[in-house]
Nanobody, 114 residues
Framework: QVQLVESGGGLVQPGGSLRLSCVAS????????MSWYRQAPGKERELVAS????????NYADSVKGRFTISRDNAKNTVYLQMNSLKYEDTAVYYC???????WGQGTQVTVSS
C-alpha cells in the first residue's frame, strides 16, 4: 500500500534551518509529482512547494520563496524540503503529498520559537 513517512521536524530558533524528508513506498515514486503542505493551528492547510516527477521544475508559495527548497531523490524514493531563515510564522505541521491524489503523510511538527 501507499505510504508516505515524514521526518526531520523539530524545534528551531528564528533564523535557523531544518530539512524535512518524506520517504515514499507502495507506488512508482519517479512518475509522480510531489508536494509539501503545512497547517498552522487554526488555519487551513496550504501548499508550500511542489516538484515534478523528474525534479526539473518546482513551485513555491510566495511566503517561502527564496527560503525553502524542495528537491527529490528518485533513487531513494524521497522528497525533501530544505527550510532556511525560518520565521515564527513557519510553525506548522508539515505534510508531504502525492500530487493530484488523496495520499498524505502523517505530518511532522515544525516549531519556530526562541
Amino acid at each position: 500500500q501507499v505510504q508516505l513517512v515524514e521526518s526531520g521536524g523539530g524545534l528551531v530558533q528564528p533564523g535557523g534551518s531544518l530539512r524535512l524528508s518524506c520517504v515514499a513506498s507502495g507506488f512508482t515514486f519517479s512518475t509522480y509529482a510531489m508536494s509539501w503542505y503545512r497547517q498552522a493551528p487554526g488555519k487551513e492547510r496550504e501548499l508550500v512547494a511542489s516538484i515534478v516527477d523528474s525534479g526539473s521544475s518546482t513551485n513555491y508559495a510566495d511566503s517561502v520563496k527564496g527560503r525553502f527548497t524542495i528537491s527529490r531523490d528518485n533513487a531513494k524514493n524521497t522528497v525533501y524540503l530544505q527550510m532556511n531563515s525560518l520565521k515564527y510564522e513557519d510553525t506548522a505541521v508539515y505534510y508531504c503529498k502525492i500530487a493530484a491524489t488523496r495520499y498524505w503523510g502523517q505530518g511532522t511538527q515544525v516549531t519556530v520559537s526562541s
